[in-house]
């Protein structure tokens, strides 16, 4: 096969990266956290939103329209990853990749069973109401979810 | 394509960088997740110049503006953001289809890790990630000097990472500014 490299070229990136000036890497993270935290409010209503969405949707009757709203129904818990990805929502993060991944694996040929959608929604519904030291009852609500995923997508990303 | 765990560099709280006046371009169809990118840069003192919702709109910006860094979701509506990095690393574009390219994703289909790898993008980064993540990825691409390659349908950084240690003088400027990070690293262990 034929290989074609091109010259190394700096890009105007790296050259700017080390002219005079600017932050140092420690004041830049104190100030993208602060930037962020001012967004922190409207990063939980989306994820409510969001929740409120995937809790919403209802069983398809045909293969279809099924996959239709799976694709709708992944769409919605990235968006909570989105979301509560900048804020340390890991609990949350972990149950909505839980719901993309059985949604990935799911075959295209047979019917998804919608209870795995129901049980993420009722999932991510209760671990935005724990409080935040009720740390074993989310690691409950984790593990339940990823026994979920070991039954109905052996092999996959975090079934092992 | 690197992964997450691939930099190997922790960045020191008092390395100073400079991205004033870096012209960069947010690509993503959520506006809340586009705005929570631009905030997050704006800590490091990359101010946004270009906030597009999809590829399209990305896309005629890109044909008439030199950009230095392009950050873009990989799942859109239209086209996704592995076509759009296959797309600008084949555009022809001077010197935008050679720009550093981060992408961010809340889930890689499984269906499209072979994309992720092969769509000629300098890095791709899976939410949820830390400031200090993306902060830590922007330096690495910054300083990314790998050749371009084009190899069949493949246009983009190479894709080999070598590890084996050069036996003669080392003469690359990043590893000698790795070998020095980490020198003092081990020194401030020792202390």
Same mark, same amino acid.
């Given at each position: 096969m034929t290989v074609i490299t091109h010259n190394r070229r700096k890009s105007r990136l790296s050259t700017l990266i080390d002219q005079p000036g600017g932050v140092s890497a420690g004041v830049a993270l104190a100030q993208a956290k602060a930037n962020l935290a001012e967004m922190e409010a409207r990063s939980r209503a989306v994820i409510e939103e969001q929740v409120a969405a995937l809790a919403a949707l209802q069983p398809a009757p045909t293969l279809e329209e099924a996959a239709r709203l799976l694709d709708r129904a992944y769409d919605h818990s990235s968006a909570v990853i989105d979301a509560a990805g900048p804020f340390e929502l890991k609990d949350l993060c972990a149950a909505a990749a839980n719901l993309c991944d059985l949604i990935d694996a799911a075959p295209e040929d047979r019917p998804f069973d919608w209870r795995i959608v129901t049980v993420h929604a009722q999932a991510l519904r209760l671990l935005l109401t724990l409080p935040a030291e009720a740390a074993e009852a989310r690691t409950q609500v984790l593990a339940s979810l990823k026994d979920v995923l070991k039954a109905k997508a052996p092999g996959g990303p975090q079934s092992a | 394509m690197r992964g997450m765990?691939?930099?190997?560099?922790?960045?020191?709280?008092?390395?100073?960088?400079?991205? $004033?006046?870096?012209?960069?371009?947010? #690509?993503? +169809?959520?506006?809340?997740?586009?705005?929570?990118?631009?905030?997050?840069?704006?800590?490091?003192?990359?101010?946004?110049?270009?906030?597009?919702?999809?590829?399209? *709109?990305?896309?005629?910006?890109?044909?008439?503006?030199?950009?230095?860094? #392009?950050?873009?979701?990989?799942?859109?509506?239209?086209?996704?953001?592995? *076509?759009?990095?296959?797309?600008?690393?084949?555009?022809?574009?001077?010197? $935008?289809?050679?720009?550093?390219?981060?992408?961010?994703?809340?889930?890689?289909?499984?269906?499209?890790?072979?994309?992720?790898?092969?769509?000629?993008?300098?890095?791709?980064?899976?939410?949820?990630?830390?400031?200090?993540?993306?902060?830590?990825?922007?330096?690495?691409?910054?300083?990314?000097?790998?050749?371009?390659? *084009?190899?069949?349908?493949?246009?983009?950084? +190479?894709?080999?990472?070598?590890?084996?240690?050069?036996?003669?003088? *080392?003469?690359?400027?990043?590893? #000698?500014?790795?070998?020095?990070?980490?020198?003092?690293?081990?020194?401030? #262990?020792?202390?």
């Open positions: - | 765990n691939g930099v190997g560099e922790s960045l020191r709280e008092s390395a100073v960088f400079n991205f $004033n006046g870096a012209v960069t371009m947010v #690509i993503d +169809d959520s506006p809340f997740a586009l705005e929570l990118t631009a905030q997050a840069v704006l800590g490091f003192g990359i101010k946004v110049r270009h906030s597009c919702s999809s590829a399209a *709109e990305a896309i005629a910006v890109l044909r008439d503006h030199p950009v230095d860094l #392009i950050l873009v979701d990989c799942e859109m509506p239209g086209m996704s953001g592995y *076509e759009f990095v296959r797309w600008l690393r084949r555009s022809g574009l001077e010197p $935008n289809a050679f720009a550093p390219v981060i992408m961010t994703a809340a889930h890689v289909r499984r269906s499209k890790v072979s994309e992720a790898r092969d769509c000629g993008a300098n890095f791709l980064i899976t939410k949820p990630f830390s400031a200090g993540v993306l902060l830590e990825r922007i330096v690495w691409v910054a300083r990314d000097a790998r050749a371009f390659l *084009e190899v069949g349908d493949y246009f983009g950084p +190479d894709r080999r990472f070598r590890s084996e240690p050069w036996e003669g003088l *080392e003469r690359r400027s990043e590893e #000698i500014r790795k070998a020095e990070f980490e020198a003092q690293r081990r020194a401030s #262990i020792e202390l």
